[in-house]
């Protein structure tokens, strides 16, 4: 079962920037954003947390996944980046394992405002997609960069994935987001293997309009592989990475062409997910418990 979210061409920055931990929260109550049980999401507190992240991050991304790292990232063991930097960190950690906080670490999703954005020199994802002609269409609009997400092959559960999500959504009412945004993996560079999965995504979750995003890159490949009689809904669906799945369930889009990363190895397709078209549904289910989570929220 791969959860994972699309990596990068890591890259080993040893004077980066450390992360503005005292906006990324504290390990205090005001930094959790969801409980169910014993784990907790939270932000991440310290630079330990932040490091422990990056070694979860390349342990799925290079051990199961093949990715491709640099020199500097594989003596390190950690997934790195200069967005590590300035995005916040979503942790899920279980409190029940022995050892430091760090240590606790199970699951992480990163995630980039479009104001910190703007400082930082842009979205990570404008490297595959215009992102930035998005935005521009919505201004006004507060957008949210989701990615790098991984969990540990134990946690891979029902729980752990609503838990994340209940992060994401208490993390999202906390800054008034409009727009979740971000680019989603299926394995492999071969995007044939994925004509069904992708072909459905293309004929029933299409983004158009103003939503519609261009690729930034000549490795962009069509999805529409398939007719729409050879299309199976329930085939697709079972094709499709979990994370893919659960965000076309939320209610999102996708852009018309998939990109594929060389270097990860990996096909990959932007979602779009405006929050005020996200099924009624998951709005009652997740933020039953993520209003909690996020006192003072603004609004739009």
Not at 5 to 11: Q, V
Not at 131 to 157: N, Q, T, W
Not at 194 to 210: K, M, N, P, W
């Amino acid at each position: 079962m791969n959860i994972a979210n699309r990596t990068i061409r890591a890259t080993r920055h040893s004077d980066a920037t450390p992360p503005l931990f005292q906006d990324s929260g504290q390990a205090d109550e005001g930094a959790v954003l969801g409980r169910i049980g014993p784990l907790v999401a939270r932000l991440i507190a310290d630079p330990a947390e932040l490091e422990a992240a990056q070694r979860l991050r390349y342990r799925i991304f290079r051990e199961e996944m093949g990715a491709s790292f640099s020199p500097d990232s594989g003596r390190s063991d950690r997934d790195e980046d200069r967005f590590d930097a300035t995005c916040d960190h979503l942790i899920v950690v279980d409190t029940t394992r022995p050892g430091s906080p760090a240590e606790q670490i199970v699951g992480t999703y990163r995630l980039l405002r479009d104001e910190v954005a703007a400082r930082a020199g842009g979205f990570y994802s404008a490297g595959e997609y215009a992102i930035d002609a998005l935005v521009a269409r919505h201004r006004g609009k507060r957008f949210l960069e989701l990615g790098r997400s991984c969990v540990m092959p134990d946690y891979r559960s029902k729980r752990t994935i609503e838990l994340l999500w209940q992060g994401i959504w208490a993390y999202c009412l906390r800054h008034g987001t409009d727009v979740m945004v971000g680019c989603a993996s299926f394995p492999g560079a071969d995007a044939r293997k994925h004509a069904l999965a992708l072909s459905f995504l293309h004929r029933h979750a299409r983004a158009s309009g103003e939503w519609a995003v261009d690729p930034a890159t000549a490795d962009a490949i069509k999805m529409d592989m398939l007719p729409e009689e050879a299309i199976d809904m329930k085939a697709a669906l079972a094709a499709m990475p979990p994370l893919i799945k659960g965000y076309l369930r939320l209610g999102a889009k996708f852009a018309d062409r998939a990109v594929i990363d060389r270097a990860f190895g990996s096909t990959d397709v932007m979602v779009i997910l405006p929050v005020d078209t996200i099924s009624e549904r998951y709005v009652r289910y997740y933020g039953a418990d993520a209003g909690r989570f996020a006192p003072g929220a603004r609004t739009a």
